[in-house]
């Protein structure tokens, strides 16, 4: 392998690793919030990338399709967390596991009746030919993937650290009670966590369709994000990043050079492994056990 | 108990009389009811019972329909002795699973068996050679040592399987393992302090889903003929999963309930067979939002001492 294909591989690691970290930061920032992992998530990325094709169709430029998608897409993140998920808070892990699957189960039925299991594509202003950077050969749909995410990232730090709502989710994951007592209301910073963390599923559903397209299957993404989660530690979001990022470039070159039945298989064996000897993934914090 | 007694003749009587009675096209439904019970009787016992999260049912059940199947059709042995190889493989694969997930319980129990489900399908889409990929496997006709499994014969034996299945699950149910399973799932201190290892009964606990399972698969390959991935995939688990909670968590009738109601319903709703998922999705959002017992605690509340103490089987 010589440094040429080194760089090029490391290139389309990142990409994919990017859209990892993105979907690991949309499970990420509910379950900081309410403890709850959404395993509805991938749906959600599908669906993000069927309201841009919709919006598309009606006519509406690129520009605005964006940003009108990604409202659509906050709004449902709100209606879906007061219907479904606000009544079995404090239900046991089982009934909030096998709950937000269902609702998955539902969204992607939903999907595949009106749009079957078509592959449609989106198309995207900066979609064309590969662009030579010094002597690698860059698809312009990778550069936007990182980009995207570096600029996601650090809106999500400046969001974090200095609007009020940032902190006071950032209080409510920290202690529920007290964030209460402060006169936080945890039921606003749930609805805001669920509406964030679908128009970011949303967003990677966008960045996603100009490369492989729209299908129901979009959704089987969020195996890796929740792998690239447990890489970083849930509900830690600088984890979620480092471990999606990790976990793209790991796949991308075990795939390289071992084959792409290995690539299938290495990510199970980094979820395997990090489950056995350090659940709580590399900066979650330790959970007592009681 | 005399009604229930009655219920249950009632229920065998027609069950024995299916044959007599029904078109081909109900018995192979009877027969895939039938098969949903077992697997379901062995998912409740882990997840109702002993508290685990399980999302690779389905998988587990493929592991015991392709070596049943791969068995009969490569290798020409007979259906008698597939099928509980089909078993054993199944209840291996599924203490090799139990073994590291004992250690682990909720969300990421639900992980590791999210991952399972990934890598067996994984497998058996990356060798078609062996299983025939994501085309699919036909079958051969089962037989018991020479004596072929016609369509009434084939019935009989699926129900005897099944009601065997049952009648184990009761028993497993009542023995000191199911109260351990009970004790485990409600508070692992307590399990504990009495003596009851937890690793070693959850580690029970999945070896015997697995052993149900695997059954479940073996008959299902010898009813259907056909198997191909996309019949145990993460919906196929959701299902399993809807049988127990809609019938009710922890006890073998409700297992039967949920598995007949549930496989029955999509032919009740015939011609919205595309929206099948969706009324999955939505009985199960509902069965877990309304009725926590499912339809058993409903009927014990109905039927029994009106505290809701299911005292069902």
Redesign the interface.
Known sequence: MTWRIALQLALSGLSVGSIYAIVALSLAIPFKASRILNFAQGELVALGAYIGLVLTSYGLPYAAMVPATLVIAAVFGVLLERAFIRPIVGAPEFTLVIATFAIGLIIRALIRIHWQDNTFFLPAPYAGPALAVGPLRVNPAYLVIIGSTAVLVGLLVLFFRRTRLGKAMRAVSFNQTAARLMGISVGTVFGSAWALSAAIGALAGLLLAPVIGINPEIGHLIVKALIAAVIGGFGSLGGAVFGGLLLGLLETYSGALFGAAFKEIVPFGILIAFLLARPQGLWGATQVRV | MRLSHAVIAIVAALALALPALGSSYQIYLAELVLINIVAAIGLNLL?GNC?Q?S?CHASLMAIGAYTTALLTTRLSITYAVALPAGVAVTTLLGASLGY?AR??????L???T??FL??VS?AIE?FPDVTGGVRGLSLAKPDLVGWPLKAGALYYFVLAVTALSIRVGVSLQRSRYGRAFNAVRQSV?VAQALAIPPGRIKLLAFSIAAAFAGLAGGLFTAVVGFIDPTEFD??AS?RQ?TFI?VGGLGSVLGSIIGATVLTLLPEALRGVK?????V???I??GA??LT?KGIVGVLAMSFGRGDGKARLP
């Open positions: 997840t508290g999260i999302l590291p250690r682990l319980s909720g969300l990421y639900a992980l590791v999210l991952g990934e890598v994984i990356e201190i993460i919906s959701l999963i909670a595309e929206y099948s998922d969706v999955y999705g939505a199960l959002l877990l939002v926590p």
